[in-house]
């Protein structure tokens, strides 16, 4: 067996599968792990990038942008994934943002998203309108998030840091559709990450399935009536799937669980194993009609599809209903990242408040930082129509889905789609701005090629020795200046060219190594 999950685990499966199942699940572990990886539309369709890369695809079947893939081929080491075109993910986890049948134009929240893969999933989907709120507690798996939104050139996203009971006092009646991906056990992925079924405890089951009741009721409050939400794990225990799901319904029966109707290799729920938890452990016996919800589940089986165990649950809020749109702000509780709430700030500078009108936290004025992104935009950018106003912050500028006062007493890890910073009056453009742009929205572009190796020279950080005829300019453009740099096409950052030397841009924590 490749993977030794722990025996006080195998035991437990053994008594809720029953022998015939349990051999044949037992059995999946001597089974080699499936790679994925899955297309990101915001910068390529499916069709061309099955023409682009150069490795072997094979359609994944509960998800259409996603192909497995052979993990000896090494998709990583491409520079088509420097420039976001996919997103390497296990191919299980690809089915609960399909279910969650994000539309453009709708308000999702992505509630336990770090390190980010179904963020980007749901940002595709809403092709770049609406907006998406992306949040995780873990303030260090708030750094891969916010790069993963960054390097697949998402626009209307903002990235949070807080809990669940905050999100809910700031949008209440807000969402139009949640994910909740809850921490959990992570017994269905003891074949992916053998450390975790070394570390696996019997414990783990009762500590996460509290915290993900906890999380779940503040979902609740967060989506709008008739919005959907979709619950999911990487686990097999019941007490943090049928029975998380049964409990949530009898405290909220404005919720209904809605039947999957899509592709027969998603099992359904097991509401057996609510009987067998009470007779187990004296636990709570729930209605017939909760119980019989629970069945309406789904789970992908390891032993059944090319992919790891997952649960799935798809909620809606019964009745109609309208976004709430007022602001609602946490008192003078201190933004994160805007230092101090503006009544507190306006309290601090006493009788010098009006001398401190249009200066932002930090003492920058703020016309002077407009300014200063109009100046680049009108020199730089093809009078491109960027989504989001402008929301200023310390010297750097963003653009955003939402107000500042809005996000006023929030964690807020990135309030918009962050263009860049502004130095001795001049922005300086971010990397996230470059990875979303399109060449077409640019002043000047330098295309280099996968094939022959200038495209790695630039992603390792070296300066390019480029004559000005390869940078492509806007009429009556000259070649000096910032440049997208562009990989067969596609964004990867930016340089600045002068007298045939370009200034590599390219952000040293993001290098090829």
């Known amino acids: 067996m490749a993977v030794q999950p722990p025996e006080e685990f195998l035991e437990r499966m053994q008594e809720l599968l029953g022998e015939e199942e349990y051999a044949a699940f037992h059995a999946s572990y001597d089974n080699p792990r499936f790679a994925g990886v899955r297309v990101n539309t915001l910068k390529i369709d499916p069709e061309a990038f099955r023409e682009a890369v150069p490795f072997e695809l094979r359609p994944i079947p509960w998800c259409q942008t996603g192909y497995y893939v052979d993990e000896q081929t090494k998709p990583g080491k491409h520079p088509y994934y420097h420039a976001g075109l996919y997103y390497i993910q296990e191919p299980s986890a690809m089915a609960p943002v399909e279910l969650l049948e994000v539309a453009p134009g709708e308000r999702v929240l992505d509630l336990c998203a770090a390190p980010g893969g179904k963020s980007t999933q749901i940002a595709a989907k809403l092709r770049g309108s609406g907006m998406l709120v992306t949040n995780d507690i873990n303030a260090e798996r708030t750094k891969a998030l916010a790069k993963n939104i960054e390097l697949y050139g998402v626009r209307n996203a903002v990235v949070l840091g807080e809990t669940p009971e905050r999100i809910a006092r700031a949008f209440p009646n807000f969402f139009d559709k949640i994910l909740i991906d809850a921490p959990c056990s992570g017994e269905g992925m003891f074949r992916k990450d053998e450390d975790m079924a070394r570390l696996w405890e019997p414990e783990w089951i009762r500590k996460y399935a509290g915290m993900q009741r906890d999380i779940l009721k503040s979902a609740a409050a967060l989506l709008v009536p008739g919005g959907r939400m979709v619950y999911s794990t990487c686990t097999f225990a019941p007490e943090e799937n049928e029975a998380t799901i049964a409990d949530f319904l009898l405290e909220h029966p404005e919720f209904k669980v809605v039947p999957l109707k899509w592709d027969p290799r998603i099992s359904p729920g097991r509401p057996e194993w609510l ?78 408040g009006r001398q401190g009108a249009g200066r932002d936290a930090k003492g920058v004025d703020e016309r002077e930082l407009l300014e200063s992104w109009r100046a680049f935009s009108r ?122 030397m370009l200034k590599n841009e390219y952000p040293a924590g993001w290098r090829w190594t």
């Open 275 to 352: 009987e067998w938890l009470a007779k187990r452990e004296e636990g709570r016996i729930y209605p017939a009609e909760v119980a019989a919800q629970t069945a309406m589940c789904g789970r992908l089986w390891p032993h059944k599809v090319e992919g790891e165990g997952h649960f799935l649950a798809v909620l809606e809020r019964q009745g109609e209903g309208q976004p709430q749109m007022e602001t609602i702000g946490l008192g003078n509780a201190p933004s994160e990242w805007e230092g101090e709430s503006r009544s507190k700030r306006e309290s601090r500078q006493g009788h010098r």
């Open 379 to 500: 020199e730089h950018l093809n009078e491109a129509e960027l989504p989001g106003e402008p929301l200023l912050f310390g010297g750097n500028v963003y653009l955003s889905p939402l107000t500042k006062e809005r996000l006023d007493g929030l964690k807020v890890v990135r309030p918009g789609w962050y263009v860049g910073s502004v130095k001795n009056g001049r922005l300086i453009p971010g990397q996230p701005l470059a990875t979303a742009l399109s060449p077409s929205e640019t002043v000047r572009v330098l295309d280099l090629s996968a094939s022959d190796g200038e495209a790695i020279r630039y992603l390792k950080g070296e300066t390019l020795q480029v004559e000005a005829a390869r940078i492509q300019c806007s009429e009556n453009a000259s070649p000096k200046g910032y440049v997208l740099i562009t990989v067969d096409g596609y964004s990867l950052g930016w340089g600045k060219w002068q007298d045939g």
